[in-house]
């Protein structure tokens, strides 16, 4: 009671946010090779869809729960609501700088908070993996060594490009400062030197380097040096 005679009832705190009733997960729609067993990392101008997903059981459906998110700090109005148990957005910011997305789930639009979860998530630029015919595992590979008489086989790997296929890059391979152009145009993505047979009294090193970009977008882009000891 107040000195002006008016009362003002408590107002009953909000449940305590237990994010550990939810977590976020997320993907991009950046592509890699089927074979790769990473995750797809998102490149500036990728789809990102995250999803708030239940740990346990919960006293109501999630179906039916209020989902309210958040991009950056700035509440996104029309991803939210009943049932919007996931957010999709394009990826604005440039690589090396991250994303923040945060998810408020209540038992009504405007009822008690029941879970707030946040995560942050990184842009990267787009990625090229070289492998040779020899030793087949994925790696950033900077020298590769061959013997002469040798056919050695290159493979070119994008990662993180907006693709459907490798087919929907260009790839650009240059031996000392020599251009290389696939003969039939096909397989673009691989390269075979053919190494003429003969004795050396020294390793020869040549300089390959290996360019890949969207065809539709020249800021997708990636590229590696690679030395090549012949022995």
Known sequence: LLGAGLYFAPVAPLAR??????ILTWSANSYVPLSYEGKALPIRGSTIKVFALPVKKLAKSPDYLYYRWLLDDDVVGWASGVGNSFFQFTAGKWAGDYHKIESQILDSQQGAVLSQNSIYIKIVD??????????????????VTAQTGQNLTLFAKPLFFIAQKASDLFFNWTLDGQELISPDGKNSDQLTIKIPSGNLSESIFKNLFVSIESQTDQAQQAAVNLSIEIK
């Open 126 to 143: 787009p990625e090229v993996l070289i492998f040779n015919s020899i030793n087949s595992d994925y790696s950033l590979v900077k020298t």
């Open 17 to 22: 946010a237990a994010s550990s009733d939810f």
